[in-house]
T-cell receptor, first 112, second 114 residues
Framework: AQSVTQLGSHVSVSEGALVLLRCNYS??????LFWYVQYPNQGLQLLLK??????LVKGINGFEAEFKKSETSFHLTKPSAHMSDAAEYFC??????????FGAGTILRVKS | NAGVTQTPKFQVLKTGQSMTLQCAQD?????MYWYRQDPGMGLRLIYY???????DKGEVPNGYNVSRLNKREFSLRLESAAPSQTSVYFC?????????????FGPGTRLTVL
């Protein structure tokens, strides 16, 4: 069975600081990995995805994530936080044709 | 192209009442999903439909039923609502023949059961 662990239910950063949201996964087969963002009172929007191509994946709004097989990690980063980045972020895993399994989510707060 | 739409956006029920949440997608996707979102628990799969005419249970199906009305529409029914079903419900759809399993989400339905 696949699973996802997001370390830290809440992360707080200052505007302009590095954003690092952690995600570790468990999968018995090569995984597909996703980061979704949810702004208040909205649905989920895909930020980026890893599907066994390049290990460094670039997404929307300046976010990127690196797939590290040896560490079973897929951490999300952004060099400089903006106030508009405040949202909840979800990491998810699947194998090629099965269902998505989501982590519990990380709420990002950006301080001015 | 509206993507995935859900109705209603908000609903308040009394314990024991029934209701149906509606979902439709206009992207010609074959697979559709219903999730519930609760604080600190991420999204949990209730039911899904891999293709028109098929439905399967997900992680938390108890208390729910679904109908895949046609390729576009996938409804979720609560026959006798309970306070434990207070949640935000999301519908999603996925392209067929794309191994990356990217799903597209609707805006959600906020349900409160008193």
């Amino acid at each position: 069975a696949q699973s996802v662990t997001q370390l830290g239910s809440h992360v707080s950063v200052s505007e302009g600081a590095l954003v690092l949201l952690r995600c570790n996964y468990s999968s018995s087969v090569p995984p597909y990995l996703f980061w979704y963002v949810q702004y208040p009172n909205q649905g989920l929007q895909l930020l980026l995805k890893y599907t066994s191509a390049a290990t460094l994946v670039k997404g929307i709004n300046g976010f990127e994530a690196e797939f590290k097989k040896s560490e079973t990690s897929f951490h999300l980063t952004k060099p400089s936080a903006h106030m508009s980045d405040a949202a909840e972020y979800f990491c998810a895993v699947s194998d090629p044709y099965s269902k998505l399994v989501f982590g519990a989510g990380t709420i990002l707060r950006v301080k001015s | 192209n509206a993507g995935v739409t859900q109705t209603p956006k908000f609903q308040v029920l009394k314990t024991g009442q029934s209701m149906t949440l509606q979902c439709a997608q206009d992207m010609n996707h074959n697979s559709m999903y219903w999730y519930r979102q609760d604080p600190g628990m991420g999204l949990r799969l209730i039911y899904y439909s891999a293709s028109e005419g098929t439905t399967d249970k997900g992680e938390v199906p108890n208390g729910y039923n679904v109908s895949r009305l046609n390729k576009r529409e996938f409804s979720l029914r609560l026959e006798s609502a309970a306070p434990s079903q207070t949640s935000v419900y999301f519908c999603a759809s996925r392209r067929l023949n794309r191994g990356d399993n990217e799903q597209f989400f609707g805006p959600g339905t906020r349900l409160t059961v008193l």
